[in-house]
């Protein structure tokens, strides 16, 4: 088979919805990750006209600066020179990717590959979270917090809860997994041309999404997932196709609603500890975190500190589950502020869909960082920078 220019699009893509949060090489398997990345970018740089963006260059460089400098000047708490190991290699990644296809190639291509992964995640789900099969190549494997039932495609479970019973997909964690099953819907419903699909494969795409979102039974993600449709259905550029959408969208969050209120995800979630809900120790590291954030808000305790367990101990928590709040306790409120307004700005740049669309898009931002650490994660790193206006066949 002839390899062509699209071929090596979708291949660096891939590479990079694996460093988004693949619990087999992103989380255990990190310097392969690194490897991959790099070889990804490699692979760009030999197959593109290499044209990088001031404006990303400085970008980029500037927040890699600033959070060297919130660990300077915190040289007492240590440096974990792995961590920025990493993230040189993640924006290397990102600036180069971003001059080598457009955003709309970008979220065509990751939307595709997110539903690739529901699909299989959905038949492993049922496989083996449902039916308690055992799925192909699945093994235990640990790492210095926990042990993991998983494969390179699936995670079952954890040492402590064997099998989640709920669809985690590839990632560590059916909340994480929510998270870019979430954006991918937003990114298929928000395509003017429905990324060439079909009307009949476009409808089973959305179905598939929303499905697979349903079988997380994330908190989060039923909240995330109205967002989600609501946002799209206030969504300003009117035509034909719009209306239809706008009412599909309402169609589907009553539908929600009703499965909601069948359920109870969101209200046993918020129950409480008594109930085994999530909602207290989410607050409790939210209120932690930032607590911690606010005793130190220049510069935080240092973004590359190696003292992080024991600051978050002095809050009572063992691993923070907030994103925001993690980051701010790491690298101080300012530079926080300065990054969710550029945030804003990236995105009110790339979704031009009027102030109340972006709002919802900012919500469902706001919501998927402050449940999960994924504050720095590649799919939110790319949102910040400018992508190539140049669309390569």
């Known amino acids: 088979m002839k390899i062509k220019r699209t071929h090596m699009e979708y291949l660096c893509v891939f590479i990079g919805v694996l460093g988004m949060?693949?619990?087999?090489?992103?989380?255990l398997r990190m310097p392969i990750m690194i490897v991959m990345l790099l070889g990804a970018s490699f692979i760009m740089v030999y197959c593109n006209n290499f044209q990088l963006t001031k404006t990303n260059i400085r970008?980029?460089?500037?927040?890699?600066?600033?959070?060297?400098?919130?660990?300077?000047?915190?040289y007492k708490n240590g440096f974990r020179i792995n961590e920025l190991i990493i993230l040189v290699t993640n924006v290397t990644y990102i600036v180069i990717l971003q001059d080598f296809i457009s955003f709309r190639k970008f979220t065509k291509i990751y939307t595709q590959i997110m539903l690739a992964e529901a699909m299989i995640s959905l038949m492993c789900f049922v496989w083996g979270d449902i039916l308690g099969k055992s799925i192909p190549f699945m093994k235990l494997e640990f790492n210095r917090l926990n042990g993991f039932y998983l494969t390179p495609f699936y995670t079952l479970g954890w040492a402590n809860n064997p099998v989640f019973g709920r669809n985690a997909g590839m990632f560590n964690e059916p909340g994480s997994h929510q998270i870019f099953l979430n954006f991918a819907l937003l990114f298929l419903l928000c395509a003017d041309d429905n990324f060439d699909m079909k009307p009949s494969r476009y409808r089973a795409s959305i179905i598939l999404l929303i499905i697979t979102i349903f079988t997380t039974l994330s908190t989060t993600g039923f909240i995330c997932l109205g967002v989600v449709l609501l946002t799209v259905s206030l969504k300003k550029r009117e035509n034909d196709r719009n209306t239809k959408l706008k009412l599909a969208a309402l169609v589907l969050l009553i539908i929600l609603y009703v499965v909601e209120s069948q359920t109870g995800v969101i209200q046993t979630k918020i129950a409480g500890r008594d109930s085994g809900g999530s909602f207290y120790t989410r607050y409790n590291d939210t209120l932690g975190?930032?607590?911690?954030?606010?005793?130190?808000p220049i510069a935080g305790i240092g973004y590359f500190s190696t003292n992080k367990t024991q600051s978050l101990q002095h809050y009572g928590i063992d691993n923070i589950s907030n994103g925001l709040a993690s980051f701010a306790m790491n690298a101080g409120i300012i530079i926080t502020i300065v990054l969710l307004i550029m945030m804003f700005k990236s995105l009110s740049k790339k979704m031009?869909?009027?102030?109340?669309?972006?709002?919802?898009?900012?919500?469902?931002?706001?919501?998927?960082?402050?449940?999960?650490?994924?504050?720095?994660?590649?799919?939110?790193?790319?949102?910040?920078?400018d992508w190539n206006t140049r669309e390569i066949a």
């Open 59 to 74: 970008l980029y460089m500037g927040l890699i600066v600033s959070l060297v400098l919130t660990s300077l000047i915190n």
């Open 352 to 385: 031009p869909y009027g102030t109340v669309f972006i709002i919802g898009v900012f919500i469902l931002y706001f919501l998927c960082v402050n449940s999960e650490g994924v504050f720095m994660n590649l799919l939110f790193l790319s949102m910040l920078g």
């Open 289 to 296: 975190g930032f607590s911690g954030a606010f005793q130190n």
């Open 21 to 27: 949060g693949s619990l087999y090489f992103q989380i």
